[in-house]
């Protein structure tokens, strides 16, 4: 069965670094783009950047560009969100998604993980 699992939240103090995986089972995670979400709301998600199945990535978030970084590794089937300098802004539960191509709308994707909680708190 096609999973998304999500791993590596945790509590982290502001300016703290944390690296999130999305670990796919039952397919090829490289024959799909990933990206990375926040949860803010019930039916919203706010997008960070995606990476193709070629590796090229595009970053939709202006106010983490330099401080988030995707990337995947095809060997392990997973992707990966490398996460710092945080704040308490960035807490929040984090998701990946699939879908064949990159697109900046949640709506697009197929797949979703389930989500791994980020907590940034003094």
């Known amino acids: 069965q096609l999973q998304l699992v999500e791993s590596g939240g945790g509590l982290v103090h502001p300016g703290g670094s944390l690296r999130l995986s999305c670990i796919a089972s039952g397919f090829t995670l490289g024959d799909y783009a990933v990206a990375w979400f926040r949860k803010e709301a019930e039916y919203w998600r706010v997008i960070f950047s995606c990476?193709?199945?070629?590796?090229?990535?595009?970053t939709y978030s202006v106010n983490t560009t330099d401080r988030f970084t995707i990337s995947r590794d095809t060997a392990r089937n997973t992707a990966y969100l490398q996460m710092n300098d945080l704040t308490s802004e960035d807490t929040g539960l984090y998701v990946c998604?699939?879908?064949?191509?990159?697109?900046?709308?949640?709506?697009?994707?197929?797949?979703w993980g389930q989500g791994t909680q980020v907590t940034v708190s003094a």
């Open positions: 998604a699939v879908r064949r191509t990159c697109s900046r709308w949640p709506s697009d994707y197929d797949d």
């Open positions: 990476i193709s199945r070629d590796g090229l990535v595009t």
